[in-house]
């Protein structure tokens, strides 16, 4: 009897033995599972999340830069920006020292025999440009001295205006197609055709003598208009003959040695003193004689 009690007891204490080694074969099962409870907790995922590169970006010092955008700052003050509303240059536009110099230097003049500028008074140029005409539309009308130009052509020598009186065009401007040929304004020119500034034909001006502002700042613009008359009847008389039934005209030009020669004594005839072309001086009482018989023969009563 003691015997069953004690296998029976025996038989319990194995039974809970195996059943202890049991439990604690699936607790170690259990427990070395960390591994992969290790794996489920990432702590590598976890401090991806927290990386503190994220957390950088976040709160980057470049973004914060760009907030306080100080470059912004600077250019909404720029002192260019003050320099352009003070507008100097404007200032310095408005006072026209350029535009004052470009209207004057219309009658700005340099000789054909010495350089030299003067300025136009502004008075001046007010009474005189206060011209409206026919010549105003033509190319290179100045016409700042169309008024003098005016008065000069009324005290034309009689034997002049007998020839040329309501045929010719008196025009104070610089002739622009003369302008293109000499690289400079001459003081005067005599256009029988009416050349326009390319050279072609048929312009308004037909039958013109254009004195220069350049004439009136050196003075002589009597004696310039004086020659361009002389050309103008050397022009109109062409048809005139000697009384051996030559051209007068070409038996000038041989005579005085060519046309603007013949135009300088002309000059020299009816009293002034500028001569380009002429070199032999005072005319000789046999040239005014010549003169004198040309014009007799030539005008028109």
Not at 17 to 42: G, H, I, R, Y
Not at 85 to 102: E, G, W
Not at 112 to 118: A, F, G, H, I, P
Request: proline fraction near 4%; hydrophobic fraction near 30%; include cysteine.
């Amino acid at each position: 009897m003691n015997n069953k009690y004690i296998f029976s007891f025996l038989f319990l204490v194995i039974l809970t033995a195996v059943s202890l080694l049991l439990f604690n074969s699936q607790t170690s099962d259990s427990t070395t599972t960390v591994p992969d409870t290790t794996t489920t907790t990432t702590v590598p995922d976890t401090t991806t999340t927290t990386t503190v590169p994220d957390t950088t970006t976040t709160t980057t010092v470049p973004d914060t830069t760009t907030t306080t955008t100080v470059p912004d700052t600077t250019t909404t003050t720029t002192v260019p920006d003050t320099t352009t509303t003070t507008t100097v240059p404007d200032t310095t536009t408005t006072t026209t020292v350029p535009d004052t110099t470009t209207t004057t230097t219309v009658p700005v003049n340099i000789s054909e025999d010495e350089e030299s500028v003067q300025i136009v008074e502004d008075e001046g140029l007010d009474e005189q440009l206060l011209y409206e005409g026919p010549y105003i539309s033509f190319a290179g009308f100045e016409g700042s001295n169309q008024r003098l130009l005016d008065e000069l052509v009324a005290t034309l020598p009689a034997e002049l205006k007998a020839v040329i009186k309501n045929k010719i065009l008196f025009i104070n401007g610089c002739h622009q197609y003369a302008l293109t040929v000499v690289s400079r304004c001459p003081y005067g020119v005599w256009d029988s055709s009416g050349t326009y500034p390319d050279g072609t034909k048929g312009a308004e001006w037909t039958l013109s003598i254009w004195i220069s502002n350049r004439a009136f700042t050196a003075g002589e613009q009597r004696d310039v208009l004086i020659h361009e008359s002389a050309h103008a009847l050397s022009y109109l008389t062409r048809n005139c003959n000697t009384e051996n039934n030559t051209s007068f005209r070409k038996d000038a030009w041989g005579y005085f040695g060519s046309e603007e020669q013949f135009a300088d004594a002309l000059v020299l005839y009816f009293g002034g003193s500028y001569n380009h072309y002429r070199l032999s001086g005072d005319l000789t009482n046999e040239e005014i004689n010549y003169i004198s018989s040309y014009i007799d023969t030539c005008s028109e009563d």
